[in-house]
């Protein structure tokens, strides 16, 4: 058997890590071979719902989950990670901009960002889930001077999930036979869900549908998905999000399918003319646990004009939150590195 990799969790009391953590125990995120420790953290109020969900994990017997520890402080939980999902973020009450939403997040995930580079291990993965996402991993990325940029993600893998399956539900394909939907931008209601390179049975999806529908529906009712389950759950997304959070760490760990690309938030290198610096939504591929983004398409003057807003909304997050974006790491992520991390794992396991 492997040796046990460490998976750290914020957030995970909550209804997103509920549905979540039993996947990755059964082996869904890594391999169906790949044992894994769950260093769980929770704000100290949310301690006790946190040790009922140990309870239950405890109780299904997963022959993978090799053992699990609680933690109500961030810097203890993140010792040794080689994987570190950032769920945990104030949510957005009534009446809340966006502006003050990050305003009371990017603080807490700039200092995330420092505890991961000095205790997690040399090789993490990061994935940010706490919206706002893009954003709160570039805080988390630029305080970490001693890691590649190319270590922190968002999640956009929701979003592009949803373009699929309610494509697949309105042309009557599978969601498997669907292929290069791209989600440009940001995890918020500018992001621009592109069809332009996408297939359906080998096929251009927009030769498929009707154009109107397209650029009058199918973007909007991307763009606000996740409001539409909140109005009609009273809840929001939960056991969609953990299925988007199992699909992004495992294309990026095992390699995305052949002939397809899937959407991530990343650290730009100027790649379609989007700003160096700002996380951003691209097309990607992913093998050998490194990413490239897809080179070479071509852009609409539709796209290109959709690209553009929620680049903008990105530039302006980023002025919001420049008082926590140390100048040291500037260059690093201005000047991406084309050699990414290998996605070894380095076995040092130390607990310091």
Same mark, same amino acid.
């Given at each position: 058997m492997k040796r046990p990799v460490?998976?750290? @969790?914020?957030?995970?009391?909550?209804?997103?890590?509920?549905?979540?953590?039993?996947? @990755?125990?059964?082996?869904?995120?890594?391999?169906?071979?790949?044992?894994? @420790? %769950?260093?769980?953290?929770?704000?100290?109020?949310a301690m006790g719902a946190l040790r009922g969900i140990?309870?239950?994990?405890?109780?299904?017997?997963?022959?993978?989950?090799?053992?699990?520890?609680?933690?109500?402080?961030?810097?203890? #939980?993140?010792?040794?990670?080689?994987?570190? =999902?950032?769920?945990?973020?104030?949510?957005?009450? !009534?009446?809340m901009e966006r502006?003050?939403?990050?305003?009371?997040n990017a603080p807490a995930f700039a200092d995330q960002g420092r505890a991961i580079n000095q205790f997690a291990n040399r090789d993490v993965k990061v994935l940010v889930v706490g919206n706002p996402a893009n954003t709160n991993a570039l805080c988390a990325s630029r305080n970490a001077p001693d890691l590649s940029p190319a270590q922190f993600t968002a999640l956009t893998r929701l979003d592009h999930n949803r373009a699929r399956g309610i494509l697949a539900n309105h042309t009557g394909a599978n969601p498997k036979d669907i292929r290069r939907v791209t989600i440009w931008g940001n995890h918020s209601n500018t992001q621009f869900p592109d069809l332009g390179h996408a297939t359906i049975y080998g096929e251009p999806a927009m030769s498929q549908v009707d154009e109107n529908w397209y650029r009058d529906h199918f973007i909007q009712k991307i763009q606000k998905r996740g409001a539409a389950v909140i109005e009609a759950r009273g809840r929001s997304s939960a056991a969609s999000a953990a299925q988007a959070v199992i699909n992004h760490m495992h294309d990026w760990i095992n390699g995305t399918d052949e002939n397809d690309w899937v959407s991530m938030a990343i650290v730009?290198?100027?790649?379609?003319?989007?700003?160096?610096? @700002?996380?951003?939504?691209? !097309?990607?591929?992913?093998?050998?646990?490194?990413?490239?983004?897809?080179?070479?398409?071509?852009?609409?003057?539709?796209?290109?004009?959709?690209?553009?807003?929620?680049?903008?909304?990105?530039?302006?997050?980023?002025?919001?939150?420049?008082? %926590?974006?140390?100048?040291?790491?500037?260059?690093?992520?201005?000047?991406?590195?084309?050699? =990414?991390?290998? #996605?070894?794992?380095?076995?040092?396991?130390?607990?310091?």
């Open positions: 460490r998976i750290a @969790i914020t957030g995970a009391a909550g209804s997103v890590c509920y549905s979540l953590l039993f996947k @990755i125990a059964t082996g869904e995120m890594i391999d169906q071979d790949q044992p894994v @420790i %769950l260093q769980l953290i929770e704000v100290p109020e140990a309870m239950e994990l405890e109780d299904c017997a997963f022959p993978l989950l090799h053992s699990i520890s609680l933690h109500d402080k961030f810097e203890e #939980g993140v010792v040794g990670a080689h994987f570190v =999902l950032l769920l945990g973020a104030k949510p957005r009450g !009534p009446g502006s003050e939403l990050i305003a009371v730009s290198d100027g790649s379609y003319g989007i700003a160096k610096g @700002i996380v951003y939504s691209f !097309p990607v591929r992913c093998d050998y646990g490194r990413f490239q983004i897809v080179r070479g398409l071509k852009i609409s003057d539709f796209a290109r004009k959709k690209m553009t807003a929620t680049e903008q909304e990105l530039l302006t997050e980023m002025k919001t939150v420049a008082d %926590l974006l140390p100048k040291e790491t500037e260059a690093s992520h201005q000047n991406l590195s084309v050699g =990414l991390r290998s #996605g070894q794992y380095l076995r040092t396991d130390r607990v310091r």
